[in-house]
Structures are given as structure tokens and as C-alpha cells.
């Protein structure tokens, strides 16, 4: 047989060290398909196509395996209704920054702009979730464009999408393809002299400072952590940076935002500076307006949260070990200790919340189920979280230690992300606990990808929060001051579901019975599910309420009685309650 072009594009992903490929095959993908087929998979130096059931899943997959590895990750869609799936999870990892590859096949090539079947425009499509974007119009192209499309990857960082129609993969090639490095992580820019120098200066002007971390400082724990030791300074961190920032931190003040818990609000707008470092924190309202220093390695993201009195676009970790040359040790700790003794408090009450209310409350409290599985997965467990009330959950219930993860849709917002995502982490790492925190919307929404886990044999583990409700939206919809409208539905037994899928299942009611079947699925050696009912009920009450958000949830509330809802408010004043992690 002939060696194709698709053979040579094959041949540029092994090079750049791709092992696997997550995607549905179809006919405009039938060459390269076939590529993957004759290269015998990765045990023989070739590459393993992972099949889904749905191509939006496969790009959550590459996304996970992207974000845990640090490396290239490969999905694949056939032309028209392939790419239009895709497209959803390519537009999450793009926003979250994985390097993810995007082989999007097309319609023949000499049938593109005649409206033939299937036919989209997978350059306008993917504009706006990539950072290059190109149709291979010739075979000759394949490698060079290919290589260009896996270096905008993984040195920007986020999504590249290769348009490929499929007779051009079908063709013959034109010869051998070379050899050829290329880049293996994202170029990290030093900070200037000058730019040190006057950060310095504002900081040794500064009495109160804070420190807000995001995902930006996963490689500047250390030198982040000798900051605040230095200047006695508080530190809060974003969702993302729970994992980086949380364990081990005696200078740990929580999380703001809609999510947010402890003194970090409080720290923030309390301190005469503030420096946020590798984050692109989009809640403004949360976040102070003056007095504020930026770094962050994209310069796009400088001062579009928040009036900046300086921005760097550098590094993180290059900055603070550049700027700690700079820096005496201080003694006054008297604001450090304030933060640190409000996020002691607010934490406490937390705690003297859950056993009284929390823990025995049935239905099952959502918070109670998190605080269960945080207690009994594996040190080095990886979660994955579906956007809505699984997110607030995991960000207040979940324990980092410094091998734990946790993924979601944190940036795009996506629903329906947990379980595709689970399957890339297990994938990735065969070895480790992989939980998907997956809300019943969420999980219904692609509930093919539970096929995927058993035709793969993945022992991932599916944690259901069935509450019958899209209980965020539901809570949107009354903060709005508008009583809930479509979010609750009909009661489903996803345990049964799954398991005439090949699960090992679990459905529990009674929240005495929760810690046993929690204990006995995480044991599972196999694919496994937990369907625990929860209450709807629970509300997700943000560190700082502001007037609006009062005065809408009473006007929601208020409708919700007229309508003649008086059991439902008397059941969530039941739960309302402040919901900030334990100690």
C-alpha cells in the first residue's frame, strides 16, 4: 500500500510524542482512521485511537489528559455535524489553556464553497476556540502545518485546530517526512530590572498586603509561599488555584467570588496593596479597585479585571525570586493575624453548621456527600467536577494536599464536563483514583460516555449528586428575583442505568447508608457508580452577598410563595446556611 499523506501527519504526532487520539471515526476521517489502524498503537511505536460517543467528549478528554500532563493531547472529529460537536469541549480547553490538538476533517476538497453535504466552514467555526486555525488546501502542507498547529499548542498554550479534508488525506505523499523537534512547554518571559525594582518600591510603601493566587503559580508555590512569610501577608486563591495554594499554608485566608468562603474578600479589600499573581480572575465585582499589581505571563490579561498601579508580564516565579532579592523580612503580622483569625471564625461555624444541620439531614445534603468522598478517596485521587453546584461543593469540600487535582469546566462553564474528563485523566494515569463529581443535568447530558468507560475498561469512579433540579440555575433564577421555571425534573435511578451498562452501582437514600456504599464504590476494581439523592434545596451562599443579590433572592422567594410554594421556602430556610469547607 501507497504511504499517504495521512501516514505523514500520523508520523508528525508521533515525533511531537502523541500517544493517543480521542474521537468518533467517520467517513472524511476513513485515511487517517485507517493511519492509526496500520500503526499498531503505542505499544508498537504507533498511536491508540480512544473511542467516545461523542466528539464534544473527546475534546473534554484531551483536555483533562492535557491539563494533568502539561502535554500535547489529540482529539478528532469527521466534517460537518463532527466538528460542530467538537467544538464545545475544543472551546473549554482553549479557555483553560490545555495544549490540545483539534484534527477537524472536511468535506472533499474540490467540493468546498458548493453547499455539499455536511459542509461547514471549520475556520470561521473554530475562529474563536483556537489559537491557529488552518485547512491543509494541498498535500504538501500536511507537515508544515501540522508542526506549526502543535507549536501554537503547546508555546501559547490552548487549542490549535488542523482542518483536513479527506481525499487530501487519502492521498499519496510526497516523500519521507524529516525529523523535527518541537516545543515541549510554553516559554516563560522574565520579568525587567525596572519592573522589579518599582514593585519593591510599592510594596515597601504598602502596611496591608495581600496576595491573590490562581493556577499561574503552579510552578511558584515556593517562592509565592516565602512572599507572604516575608511581608506577613494573607493569601487567597482562585478556584484553580485551590490545588497550588491551599495545603500546607499558614497564611491561607480561602477563596472570593460566587464561590468564595473564609477572610479572602475581606483580605482583599482590606489591604493597602494587592497583588495578584498568575490569575485572570473574572469576577470583578469581587475584587478591589485601587492600589492593585498584576503578574501574569500573557499581557492580554493585564488590568482587564481590575485598574491596575502596575502590570508585569512575566512569569510568576521568575518575578518573585528576582523581587525576594529585594525584600527585608517585616515584623508587624497585626493584619495577617486579623485575616487569619476571621477565616478561623467563619471556618468554625462552618463546621458547628455541618454536624448540627449538615450531616443527618435528609434528604442527603449535597455538602454531606462531598465532605464523605473528600474523607475516603485516595491521597492522590483526581477529581473532576461538572460546572453548577458540583463546583461550589468541590471548591468548599474537597481537600488539596499536593498530589490531589481537581478539573472542571472553570473558565468556558461548560456542563456535562466531569465524566469525558475523567476519562482522559484515567486514561492518562492508569494508576490513580479518578472521580467525576457529576450533577444528574450534567451527567444526563452525555450520558453515552458512561459506554465509554466500560468499552475501555476504565475503573473511573461516578460520584451523582441527583437532586432532580439544575440547581444552580435554580438559584440563578431567584438571586434574579424570578421563581424557579424548568429546572426541576422527573426523579431518575441512574444506578439502574448504569448498571445495564456494566457498572458496579450503588443508590443511596439515607444518609446513615452514605458512608458505607461510598467506602465499597471507591473500593471498586472497575468502573463504578454512586447515585446518592440529594436535597434541592441546598443554596450556595457566596462570602460576600451583596444588596442586589439580597433584595432579588426575597423578591424570588416571595414569588415562589404567592405561587403557593410556603413547603419549599420553609425547607430551604432549613439549609440556609453559610457552606465553608472544614479545617
Known sequence: MSHTVADDLLEVLVQSGVRRIYGLVGDSLNAFSDSVRRSGGSANGGIDWIHVHNEEAAAFAASAEAQLTGRLAVCAGSCGPGNTHLIQGVMDAHRSGAPVLALASHIPSRQIGTGYFQETKPEALFAQASHFCETVAHPDQVVRLARGAIQAATGRGGASVLVLPGDILADDSSGAVPHSVTLTARPLPAPSAAAVAELAQRIAAAEKITVFAGIGCTDAREQVLELAGRLHAPIGHTLRGKDVMQYENPYDVGMTGLLGYGACYDALHEADLVLLLGTDFPYDDFLPTKNVIQVDVDPARLGRRAPLAQGIAADVGQTLTALLEQLDQRTDRRFLDKMLHTHAKAVQHSVD??????????????????????????????????????????????????????????????MANALPMAVGAQIAFPGRQVVSLSGDGGLAMLMGELLTVKTHRLPVKVVVFNNSSLGMVRLEML?????????????????????????????????????????????????????????????????????????????????????????????????????????
Open 479 to 583: 438571586v434574579a428575583g424570578d421563581p424557579p421555571f424548568e429546572t426541576d425534573h422527573d426523579s431518575v435511578d441512574y444506578a439502574a442505568i448504569a448498571a445495564g451498562a456494566g457498572f458496579f452501582t450503588r443508590r443511596v437514600v439515607d444518609p446513615g447508608d452514605l458512608r458505607d456504599a461510598a467506602a465499597e464504590f471507591l473500593a471498586h476494581d472497575g468502573p463504578a457508580l454512586l447515585d446518592v439523592v440529594t436535597t434541592p434545596d441546598a443554596l450556595e451562599v457566596p462570602s460576600h452577598l451583596t444588596l442586589e443579590q439580597a433584595r432579588g433572592f426575597a423578591l424570588g422567594l416571595g414569588k415562589v410563595v404567592l405561587g403557593g410554594g410556603v413547603g419549599e421556602i420553609a425547607r430551604m430556610a432549613r439549609l440556609n446556611v453559610r457552606n465553608i469547607p472544614r479545617p
Open 353 to 414: 453548621t455541618y454536624n448540627t444541620h449538615v450531616a443527618k439531614h435528609r434528604p442527603i445534603h449535597p455538602e454531606h456527600l462531598a465532605a464523605v468522598i473528600d474523607e475516603l478517596a485516595a491521597e492522590d485521587a483526581v477529581f473532576t467536577a461538572d460546572t453548577g453546584m458540583c463546583c461550589t461543593w468541590s471548591a468548599r469540600y474537597l481537600t488539596p494536599n499536593g498530589r490531589r487535582r481537581l478539573l472542571g469546566s472553570f473558565v468556558h462553564g461548560s
